[in-house]
C-alpha cells in the first residue's frame, strides 16, 4: 500500500474523533483567551488517545502541549479555537439567523482548523505505531489567534524551539499551499491624560487629552507618507474622554495596530509612531502613557516544507464533495456580492494564474490550486508567524465553504459543521499527516528545512512583545 492510501486509512478510521472535536468547538465558540470549554475539550480528547497533555503554559489558561513518542525528529501542529464576537449563527442556515443576540461565533473557522491539526497529530502517531519509525508528535493548543496573539507568547517562551517541522492549515474557499508571507502586526495603546477645566469660563485652565490624541492622529496621518508602502497604521478610539462638549476632556484611549512585512521593521516604525505621540502630548502640555497589548511577527513560509506539502496536497486531492455539499453552497452563495465572488478570481489573477482555473460558475472550489511563491506580505496578520521564525513551518489552505465566501462573517460560521467542513477538515487531516510522515525518513530535507530557516533568520526570533507584558486573559 501507498503511503498515501496508508494515511488516508487512517485518518479515516480517526474521522468520528476528528469531527466530533469540530462540531463540539463550533457549539462552544468562546471569546480569544478565555476559550475554557474548547481547550479542555480538545486537550481531553488527546489525553483520551494517549498523548501526555500540559496545560497553562505560557501563563495562558487556555494554552496547552500535547506530546506523543520519543526521539526524533519532533513534528508539530498547530491548533486553534477561538471565535469571533457578533458572529453567532445557525448551522447550515442560509440567512442572517442568529443562536443568540450578539453571541460569539467560528465566523474564521477556528473550530475546524483545530480539529484538523488535532486529527494530524493522531493520524501520524497511528502510523509511527503501525511501522515503527521513531519521532515525537506535539499538538499545540493555541488560543487567541485573533485577540491575544497566543502563539508569540508560547514563542517567547521557547514552546517551539526544538521542532523540526511545524505544520497548520486554515478552512477557505480554496485549496492551496500558502506560499506567501503576512505582515508583522504590533498591538498598542496609547492614553493621554491632561487636566479638566470648564471649556467656555476658564479653557486655559484646562489641558486636552483629545486635543493631544487628535494631534497624534494628524501626525501619524503625515507620516504615513514616509512610511514604507506596504506598511499600514490604523487605530479606533476606546475612550474618547467624554460627552460633554463644555469640560476639557482630561483623558484619551486609543488603540493602534502598526503593521510592516518585516518584523523589525514593524518595530522601527512603531518608535516614529511613540515619536508622534510624545510630541502631540508635549505641545498640548499633557502625559501619554504607552503600553503593548500583544503583536505578531510576519509569517516566513519555508520553502522546503512548502514543496512536500503541495506534493502531498496534490496526492490527497481537493475535498470530494457531494450534491447536498452543493446545493447547500448554492444558497449561501446568493447572499454573497459580486465583488466578494470576484475575490476569489482576482486572487488567482493576482497570483499570475488564469481566471479560468475554476469554473467561473463554481459553487466550490475541487480543484488544487498550483503554489505560489512571493516575498509579498499579504495584507493580514497571523501569530503563526512567531512559529515560523522558530521552527521551519508551512501551511495550507483547504476548501470548507461555498466559493466567494467572504471571512469574518455570519456566512462562515453557518457552513462550520456542515457537510464541506467536514470534507474540508478531513482533507486537511489527511494532508498535513502524510507530509509529516514523508519527513520521518527524509533527515536531509528537515535539515534543508532547518537551513532555509537559519538563512532567513539570521539573528534569530526575537519576539516583538516585551518580557514585562502578560497575555490579557
Given amino acids: 500500500m501507498e503511503l498515501k492510501e496508508t494515511i488516508s486509512a ?30 479542555d475539550y480538545i486537550a481531553e480528547a488527546m489525553k483520551q488517545q494517549g498523548f501526555k497533555v500540559t496545560q497553562g503554559v505560557s501563563g495562558i489558561p487556555t494554552a496547552f502541549v500535547a506530546e506523543w513518542g520519543e526521539g526524533k525528529p519532533v513534528i508539530g501542529f498547530l491548533g486553534e479555537y477561538d471565535a469571533l464576537p457578533g458572529l453567532s449563527q445557525t448551522a447550515n442556515v442560509a440567512q442572517h439567523e442568529e443562536l443568540a443576540c450578539g453571541a460569539y461565533g467560528h465566523g474564521c473557522g477556528h473550530n475546524s482548523l483545530g480539529a484538523g491539526a488535532a486529527g494530524a497529530a493522531v493520524t501520524l502517531r497511528d502510523y509511527l505505531k503501525q511501522s515503527g519509525a521513531q519521532g515525537t508528535v506535539r499538538y499545540y493548543g493555541c488560543p487567541g489567534e485573533e485577540y491575544g496573539s497566543g502563539k508569540a507568547f508560547m514563542a517567547r517562551d ?21 506560499g506567501s508571507r503576512t505582515l508583522a502586526c504590533l498591538s498598542v495603546f496609547f492614553t493621554f491624560k491632561g487636566r479638566t477645566s470648564h471649556a467656555s469660563a476658564a479653557p486655559h485652565l484646562g489641558r ?16 504615513r507618507e514616509h512610511m514604507p508602502s506596504d506598511a499600514r497604521v490604523h487605530y479606533a478610539y476606546h475612550d474618547a474622554g467624554g460627552i460633554a462638549p463644555n469640560v476639557v476632556q482630561d483623558h484619551v484611549k486609543v488603540h493602534y495596530f502598526v503593521r510592516s512585512p518585516r518584523a523589525a521593521d514593524m518595530m522601527a516604525l512603531f518608535e516614529r509612531v511613540k515619536k508622534v505621540a510624545k510630541g502631540a502630548a508635549m505641545m498640548m502640555e499633557t502625559e501619554v502613557e ?16 512548502d514543496r512536500v506539502m503541495q506534493q502531498s496536497l496534490e496526492e490527497v486531492g481537493a475535498p470530494l464533495f457531494d450534491e447536498s455539499d452543493r446545493a447547500l453552497a448554492a444558497q449561501f452563495r446568493k447572499t454573497f456580492s459580486t465583488e466578494e465572488i470576484a475575490s476569489f478570481y482576482d486572487g488567482l489573477e493576482e497570483s499570475g494564474f488564469s481566471r479560468d482555473l475554476v ?3 463554481a459553487l466550490l472550489c475541487e480543484q488544487v490550486l498550483p503554489y505560489f511563491a512571493t516575498e509579498k506580505g499579504m495584507g493580514g496578520s497571523t501569530d503563526v508567524g512567531d512559529t515560523s521564525y522558530c521552527a521551519p513551518t508551512s501551511q495550507i489552505n483547504v476548501a470548507t465553504m461555498a466559493l466567494g465566501t467572504p471571512g469574518h462573517s455570519w456566512q462562515l460560521t453557518g457552513q462550520g459543521k456542515s457537510g464541506m467542513a467536514h470534507k474540508g477538515t478531513m482533507t486537511a487531516a489527511k494532508v498535513m499527516a502524510l507530509t509529516a510522515a514523508k519527513l ?34
Avoid at 524551539?161 to 511545524?166: K, S, T
Avoid at 504607552?290 to 516544507?305: G, K
Fill in 10 to 39: 487512517l485518518a479515516e478510521q480517526n474521522e468520528r474523533f476528528i469531527l466530533d472535536l469540530n462540531d463540539a468547538v463550533w457549539g462552544f465558540a468562546e471569546a480569544g483567551m478565555k476559550e475554557h470549554r474548547s481547550a
Fill in 158 to 178: 521557547g514552546k517551539f524551539d526544538d521542532l523540526d517541522a511545524c505544520f497548520t492549515w486554515h478552512p477557505t474557499d480554496g485549496n492551496q499551499v500558502v
Fill in 208 to 223: 486636552s487629552a483629545l486635543d493631544a490624541c487628535e494631534l497624534m492622529s494628524v501626525g501619524v496621518n503625515y507620516l
Fill in 290 to 305: 504607552i503600553q503593548i497589548h500583544e503583536a505578531a511577527s510576519d509569517y516566513m513560509p519555508n520553502r522546503v516544507l
Fill in 359 to 361: 469554473p467561473a460558475d
Fill in 440 to 473: 520521518l525518513d527524509r533527515p536531509e530535507v528537515l535539515a534543508e528545512a532547518k537551513a532555509e530557516l537559519l538563512r532567513k533568520n539570521r539573528g534569530g526570533y526575537v519576539c516583538p512583545i516585551p518580557d514585562d507584558v502578560m497575555p490579557t486573559l
